[in-house]
């Protein structure tokens, strides 16, 4: 192998782990996010959505009490990212969310992004180390 086809091969290899590390990173939180969210009839965790580029300003018609459903059903929008796209929206438009992120219901009293965002670092750290 040449010293060109070496770094050829680094820069293929970056290329994916720009691209991997990000969706695997917006997975994990979109999921802990869910879980964290409060259920009573699952209107609040079935309305947490991604998206690609900009945000969504709609809520969705979806109860999901487990939280399956809507990680599922963001998995295609996730994986579609790539560095080329600015970013990755995590939404939810319920009209009470942001009493829910304040710790209105005793299932979530320090809310779900919050907690979230401050496990971020380390989540990148080890999403990035063992994806290396």
Do not use: C, H
């Not at 994916?16 to 996010?33: D, F, G, N, W, Y």
């Not at 969504?56 to 994986?79: C, F, H, L, Q, Y």
């Not at 579609?80 to 990755?88: C, E, G, L, P, T």
């Not at 969310?97 to 380390?122: C, N």
């Amino acid at each position: 192998m040449s010293f060109s086809d070496d770094l050829k091969q680094f820069e293929d290899k970056t290329r994916q782990k720009m691209t991997v590390i990000p969706r695997k990173v917006a997975l994990e939180v979109l999921r802990r996010v869910v879980m964290r969210t409060p259920v009573r009839s699952g209107r609040a965790r079935g309305n947490w959505q991604t998206s690609v580029g900009s945000p969504m300003g709609n809520e969705v018609a979806r109860t999901d009490k487990g939280g399956g459903a809507t990680i599922s059903a963001a998995v295609p929008t996730i994986e579609s990212w790539d560095a080329a796209n600015v970013a990755i929206f995590l939404m939810n438009n319920v009209p009470y969310i942001q009493r829910l992120e304040d710790g209105y219901s005793d299932q979530a009293p320090a809310g779900m992004v919050k907690i979230t965002v401050a496990e971020f670092e380390g989540l990148v750290e080890a999403i990035g180390r063992a994806s290396a």
